[in-house]
């Protein structure tokens, strides 16, 4: 699955992208008909340690999963972001077979 990954405000490691990459990959054993997948890193000029924002967004047919987690490493809110969009996808997979 092709991946755009966006970083404002930094410029991300290619060890970083190739993680969510990874990271991603993995959401097509659960639902293969993924149209696209965005990923958005920014970097909060705040004070708190919790100043990195990962969001991610990823297309489907008919609809649209957004995702948007705020952690102290990317790594982190890659993680926990991905496992939400497990989730969503899951529960739509199971919404079409009920209709079915």
Same mark, same amino acid.
């Given at each position: 699955?092709?991946?755009?990954?966006?970083?404002?405000?930094? *410029?991300? %490691? @290619? +060890?970083? $992208?190739?993680? $969510?990459? =990874? @990271?991603?990959?993995? /959401? !097509?054993?659960?639902?293969?008909?993924?149209?696209?997948? %965005?990923?958005? /890193? =920014?970097?909060?000029?705040?004070? !708190? +340690? !919790?100043? +990195?924002?990962?969001?991610? @967004?990823?297309?489907?047919?008919?609809?649209? /999963?957004?995702? &948007? +987690?705020?952690? &102290? *490493?990317? !790594?982190?809110?890659?993680? $926990? #972001? $991905? #496992?939400?969009?497990?989730?969503?996808?899951? &529960? &739509? =997979?199971?919404?079409?077979?009920? @209709?079915?």
């Amino acid at each position: 699955m092709k991946v755009n990954t966006q970083s404002v405000n930094f *410029t991300a %490691d @290619r +060890k970083l $992208i190739d993680f $969510i990459q =990874k @990271r991603m990959d993995k /959401l !097509e054993l659960f639902y293969d008909k993924i149209i696209q997948s %965005d990923v958005y /890193l =920014k970097v909060e000029n705040t004070s !708190e +340690k !919790e100043n +990195k924002v990962f969001e991610v @967004r990823v297309r489907v047919p008919g609809d649209s /999963l957004v995702v &948007k +987690k705020q952690c &102290k *490493t990317f !790594e982190e809110g890659a993680d $926990i #972001a $991905i #496992a939400s969009l497990e989730r969503q996808i899951k &529960k &739509k =997979k199971q919404k079409l077979r009920a @209709r079915a």
